[in-house]
């Protein structure tokens, strides 16, 4: 199931090609220890994109439609019916076009400021056959379209990506609907470093250091929230675009699904 299923909720073949990827560019993260400046997303090995879509491919088959979605509230009924989504920070789009398959009446439009994510994204769209419902830009999370179209916005394992996450806040919040929701999965983690300090945790520290703080300190503001932000962090954060509620929708061994409304 490790090595070969790919739909088993524990195929791990992503997680060797994301760590063969990380040992590649370990040259450019010491560069970065000593410069602080980072290392912008698009100046990863190429491999790496490919590792983190099937890195997490396999918990957003098991758990998006049929866990995630169903524990916001009143989602699904809009999704069924016919309603708007972005998603933003959306790589590959497997996420997107999972959603896309389920929910064939809703449009869902993906966002990434990497080109050559969403030049890939719309291929596996084409690959699925939801070209019809699916439509793909290149957009950073501060500047993708949308003023107050969206019923959803997800972000996924992303916002703490960013260098901007409370700029990517805000500019959600205003591309939302009155009564839109915010949809943020992010890495399971503990508010304390000692909470954090068992297997995957450390793994996700590990990850953190070499492609998602670099990532952010590469890009405007730099606020580097680290793959264990935590939920008071990233409550903060998210709250400080303009959401007033925020809570834990459910969650999983590894991620966090936190709904945030107006
Ligand atoms: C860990 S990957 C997750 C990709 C995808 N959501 C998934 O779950 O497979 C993080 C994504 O965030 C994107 N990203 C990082 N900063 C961004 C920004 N400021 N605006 C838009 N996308 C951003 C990267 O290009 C990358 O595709």
């Known amino acids: 199931m490790v090595f070969a299923n790919k739909k088993s909720?524990?195929?791990?073949?992503?997680?060797?090609?994301?760590i063969a990827s990380n040992i590649q560019n370990q040259g450019a993260i010491e560069k970065a220890?000593?410069?602080?400046?980072?290392?912008h997303w698009s100046d990863q090995p190429g491999c790496l994109f490919c590792g983190?879509?099937?890195?997490?491919?396999?918990g957003y088959l098991t758990n998006l439609v049929n866990g995630w979605l169903p524990a916001l509230d009143g989602v699904v009924q809009k999704l069924e019916s016919g309603a708007s989504i972005a998603d933003v920070?959306?790589?590959?789009g497997i996420s997107?076009?999972?959603?896309?398959?389920?929910?064939?009446n809703s449009m869902f439009v993906g966002y990434d400021f990497h080109e050559a994510s969403i030049l890939s994204a719309r291929a596996h769209a084409k690959e699925h056959g939801v070209e019809a419902n699916t439509r793909f830009e290149v957009a950073s999370a501060t500047q993708?379209?949308?003023?107050?179209?969206?019923?959803?916005?997800?972000?996924?394992?992303?916002?703490?990506?960013?260098?901007?996450?409370?700029?990517?806040?805000?500019?959600?919040?205003?591309?939302?609907?009155?009564?839109?929701?915010?949809?943020?999965?992010?890495p399971m983690a503990d508010d304390r470093l000692e909470g954090n300090l068992n297997p995957v945790g450390r793994l996700f520290y590990s990850a953190s250091t070499m492609v998602c703080v670099p990532t952010s300190l590469a890009q405007e503001v730099g606020?580097?929230?680290?793959?264990?932000?935590?939920?008071?962090?990233?409550?903060?954060?998210?709250?400080?675009?303009?959401?007033?509620?925020?809570?834990?929708?459910?969650?999983?061994?590894?991620?966090?699904?936190?709904?945030?409304?107006?």
Not at 9 to 18: I, N, T
Not at 89 to 92: D, K
Not at 246 to 259: G, Q
């Open 96 to 104: 997107t076009v999972m959603m896309a398959e389920a929910f064939p």
């Open 89 to 92: 920070g959306c790589g590959h």
């Open 33 to 39: 220890f000593e410069t602080g400046e980072g290392v």
């Open 144 to 186: 993708f379209n949308g003023e107050g179209s969206y019923d959803l916005v997800c972000s996924f394992d992303c916002l703490h990506d960013m260098g901007d996450p409370q700029g990517a806040s805000a500019h959600v919040r205003d591309s939302l609907k009155e009564d839109g929701t915010w949809m943020i999965v992010e």
């Open 9 to 18: 909720p524990v195929y791990m073949m992503g997680a060797f090609e994301c």
């Open 52 to 58: 983190i879509a099937e890195f997490f491919r396999p």
């Open 223 to 262: 606020a580097a929230l680290g793959a264990q932000a935590g939920e008071a962090k990233l409550r903060d954060v998210i709250s400080s675009g303009g959401f007033s509620k925020v809570r834990r929708a459910t969650e999983t061994p590894f991620n966090m699904i936190l709904e945030a409304r107006a």
